[in-house]
């Protein structure tokens, strides 16, 4: 039952206009469609019609005003085929469907007593029948009709144009939507929702409103969220001249969201979680997700609505793209360095992990069972890398005109990978051809280099080999084009030399070109002995790797003139130290801390800065989950035990640093989610962690201190973490139970201390998770509790992992349950158990019985699929 990407064929019958007509109802929402069809120009007559159709109840169908008989069409489980149609012809059904049974959050739902839907990929065949592909686009226009009490306001796609009473205390307001679209963008909301309402104009004068609508008591938590939208509307047009097209842009916030939030033309949808935000209720972190999100999804109305995909193959096209442009934004409203370190690292922990495992797969896949399974770490942030590569590659301004050729040449239509690439390669007249393998390989390249300094000759040579490790269905792969950006840096001035290759200089900074499986660079004219500054910026998603010794290293974090490449130093050492710590563990042999580490961070912490948000992250070690990444096969314990000595071992060498770095950064200010005021706070918490490692009286008093001073959410959280993953049981429970009931009316907040406590390392962190899932706050049935609870259980390393398994049970319990009532979910929250042979015996075994007994189910496709690559 999978689909292949070589068996597209363009659709026989195209719809040119929709009209919709929802009278809604809980249980009973009678939805009417016409169809405006025609056949495809280049398509012979006599095809049969094929709509798509998900638990619909089919109550009338008509074609140009006759009612058909039943021989005349056929029903099935996904669909309707009407045998025989006329060339062009309108087609009337009528169908019921059922909003209040649908947890699967999938086409037309209820949240909190109000409608909403959520239509990509294939929701929207959960509402009426239709053919539900990206490459059928059609002008929409829509009438909704609910109580006028109840469901007082009621949007869709597009301009209000019509709205009044109807009999039996219901209204209705009609919607059109002039721009063609795919079914997928499709969007209605109906309920009691308030809104906050600001305009903008756009750069040819169209004036804008912009609403934000919510329910009533999140009226105070909008303000970031419409700001960040007017920064998105405007880089848009300062950065790639794309201009809103509509008059009305809106957001909705609902509680029940299986992702973040979705691009509806004119009516995007958010998850609460990805746009509510208030100092008291938000972190620091989770204003600039916000400001991403909504940016995101804004930048979509270019890169996914007006120029979309040709089919869900393709999905990378619009996301890979979207994404490369909401990083972009961030890294220019907030500090650019620390923007590319946080995605890098994320990248390199999750994506890279993904791209390891069973489900690899490449940026564009060639067959999937059910497609949001591939809403993935691949393609969106892998998607991401590989366009800003080509940006890279082309400058700035050539990728520019590129971008600008593509939505000029396919505006309105429904476009492959090739079409985006292929604009690239026409403006800039490059050869792109093996670049495209990125598209098609799964895998992250390893590159494996040695570099080597002739006194004599003045030179440095450079050899580099890259190799892509098989992935299911991939056993062999080919060389990929591979951007590597670097410098020298001379280990006598402390500088980048300037680079000189076959007789060309280069200047101090430059990007070389691996194409070929092994290939030698030989730089001439090197005046002193380099250490190479390797892949700056993270010039390609590869694994790169270099026989640094920790002088080098050290040396690196002090000199680079690359920001990200002194963090990625700093990382790599401490990765050397936590190895031998590791072994040193496994060994049962006494832990010793590399003096050199603490050196680094001495000297870090002595070195005057001017992005402090930079220095926090340097002085952060790398998370379990990355340090595992690193290694063949991974041993849960050990990584925890040498991270939490090096942590310790740093706290009780730099303790006065640490104190000092506490408190020169803390601050009285009123509260603002500006990039000073982030940078500061997170030096300062990242100093309060080290302090709080160690677990001295003066450490606990500070945390207290904090988590009571109740000034801003990101410091309170940051103490209340610290405190309730300290050993001190005795003052994290009173301090748990006050956030607890003090914020037990905010669902957005609970989250947050449902996570803090399921991701202690304290081995009762199991116990508390079966205890929290029968708390009032808790519901499996809504999204984001499962992962504030589950998932971010499933991320406490220590305790996920028990020897006795418990940990995985009760993850497959939840999986099991969730099959039922959200598939796309369980097929999400199951990933750690898929990567069971990363880790060792016996927890190998334990994990692999789970997806067994989770595969002797009946099954989702969604959940199929994942569990049958896994057990592969
Ligand atoms: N297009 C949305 C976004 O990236 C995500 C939609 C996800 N859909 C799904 N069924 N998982 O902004
Ligand atoms: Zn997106």
């Known amino acids: 039952q999978p689909t292949y990407l070589s068996d597209y064929r363009p659709p026989a019958y195209r719809v040119t206009h929709t009209e919709l007509t929802f009278d809604l109802d809980p249980s009973a929402t009678r939805v009417k469609a016409r169809l405006h069809l025609e056949r495809h120009p280049e398509h012979e007559p006599g095809a049969a019609l094929e709509l798509d159709g998900e638990q619909l109840t089919l109550k009338a169908i008509a074609i140009d005003g006759q009612p058909l008989d039943e021989d005349e069409y056929a029903l099935t489980d996904t669909g309707l085929r009407v045998h025989r149609v006329p060339q062009r012809f309108l ?284 809403y993935t770490l691949t393609i969106y942030e892998k998607g991401a890398q590989v366009v800003r590569m080509l940006s890279n590659l082309l400058g700035w301004e050539a990728f520019r005109r590129g971008s600008d050729l593509y939505f000029e040449r396919y505006d309105g239509q429904a476009v492959t990978i090739e079409d985006f690439v292929g604009c690239m390669a026409e403006v800039s007249g490059l050869d792109l051809s093996q670049f495209m393998r990125w598209y098609s390989q799964a895998g992250t390249p390893e590159i494996d280099t040695q570099g080597e300094y002739d006194y004599a000759k003045c030179e440095y040579r450079l050899v580099l080999r890259q190799r892509t490790p098989a992935t299911p269905g991939q056993p062999d792969k080919l060389p990929l084009h591979i951007p590597l950006r670097l410098g020298l840096v001379g280990t006598k001035s402390g500088r980048d030399l300037p680079l000189t290759l076959d007789g060309e200089s280069l200047g101090s900074d430059t990007v070389i070109h691996l194409r070929e499986e092994e290939q030698e660079f030989v730089f001439t004219d090197v005046s002193e002995a380099p250490v190479p500054s390797l892949l700056r910026g993270f010039s390609a998603p590869v694994k790169l790797r270099f026989p640094y010794g920790r002088e080098d290293l050290a040396f690196l974090l002090q000199h680079d003139s690359d920001d990200f490449n002194r963090w990625d130093a700093g990382q790599r050492l401490a990765m050397l130290a936590l190895e031998d710590l590791i072994a040193a563990h496994r060994n049962g042999v006494e832990k010793v801390m590399d003096t050199r580490v603490v050196e680094a961070f001495r000297g870090l912490l002595a070195t005057e800065t001017d992005d402090k948000a930079v220095l926090a992250e340097m002085l952060t070690l790398p998370t379990e989950a990355y340090i595992a990444e690193q290694q063949a096969l991974v041993d849960v314990d050990a990584i925890h035990a040498a991270r939490e000595f090096v942590k310790q071992s740093l706290a009780a060498a730099l303790r006065d640093d640490f104190l000092r770095l506490f408190e020169e950064n803390r601050s009285d200010a009123a509260y603002a989610p500006e990039p000073e005021q982030i940078a500061q706070r997170s030096l300062k918490n990242v100093a309060l962690a080290y302090l709080m490692a160690i677990e001295d009286d003066q450490g606990i008093e500070l945390a207290r201190t904090q988590f009571a001073a109740d000034h801003n959410m990101t410091d309170v959280r940051h103490a209340l973490t610290l405190l309730v993953h300290s050993s001190r049981t005795d003052i994290a429970e009173p301090a748990l139970k006050a956030f607890g009931e003090a914020w037990a009316h905010d669902p957005l907040v609970m989250d947050q201390w449902f996570s803090i406590q399921v991701t202690r390392p304290q081995p009762d962190a199991l116990e508390r998770v079966k205890f929290l899932m029968d708390h009032p706050a808790f519901s499996l049935k809504n999204p984001n509790k499962v992962r504030a609870l589950i998932g971010a259980f499933a991320q406490n390393r220590v305790n996920f992992h028990r020897l006795d398994g418990a940990g995985y049970r009760l993850l497959a319990d939840v999986v099991i349950t969730l099959n039922q009532l959200n598939p796309e979910i369980a097929a999400r929250i199951i990933t750690p158990l898929t990567r069971w042979q990363r880790f060792e015996e016996p927890r190998q075994e334990l994990m692999k019985a789970e997806l067994e007994r989770i595969r002797a189910e009946e099954l989702s496709p969604n959940v199929y699929e994942v569990v049958e690559k896994a057990l592969a």
């Open 91 to 374: 087609l009337d059904t009528e169908v019921n469907i059922a909003p209040e049974a649908n947890t699967a959050l999938e086409g037309l739902y209820l949240s909190n007593g109000m409608y909403c839907t959520q239509c990509e990929a294939e929701g929207f065949r959960r509402i009426t029948y239709y053919p539900d592909r990206p490459d059928v686009m059609a002008t929409f226009s829509t009438t909704v009709i609910g109580d006028a009490v109840q469901l007082p306001i009621l949007l869709s796609n597009g301009n209000p144009v019509e709205r009044g009473e109807l009999p039996g205390g219901r209204h209705f307001v009609t919607w059109d939507d002039p721009h063609p679209k795919p079914s997928y963008l499709f969007a209605l909301v109906a309920g009691d929702l308030k809104k906050v309402e600001d305009g903008f104009t756009t750069m040819s004068g169209r004036d804008v409103t912009l609403q934000i609508w919510v329910e009533e008591e999140n009226l105070d938590k909008t303000d970031h969220a419409m700001a960040s939208l007017k920064r998105a509307m405007q880089w848009d047009e300062e950065t790639y001249a794309r201009e809103y097209d509509l008059d009305l842009f809106m957001i909705v916030a609902v509680n029940d969201f299986n992702m973040g939030a979705m691009e509806n033309k004119g009516l995007n949808i958010f998850n609460s979680a990805a746009v509510l935000t208030h100092p008291h209720t938000a972190t620091d972190a989770a204003f600039q997700q916000v400001e991403g999100i909504v940016a995101h999804e804004y930048f979509h109305n270019w890169s996914g609505n007006r120029v979309t995909c040709r089919d869900w193959f393709q999905l990378s096209l619009k996301e890979g793209f979207t994404v490369f442009r909401d990083q972009c934004f961030s890294a220019d409203t907030n500090s650019a360095p620390v923007k590319r370190i946080q995605d890098v690292s994320f990248f390199r922990t999750a994506q890279f992990a993904e791209d390891a495992g069973p489900t690899a797969h490449p940026i564009r896949p060639d067959h999937y069972i059910e497609i949001t399974n591939f």
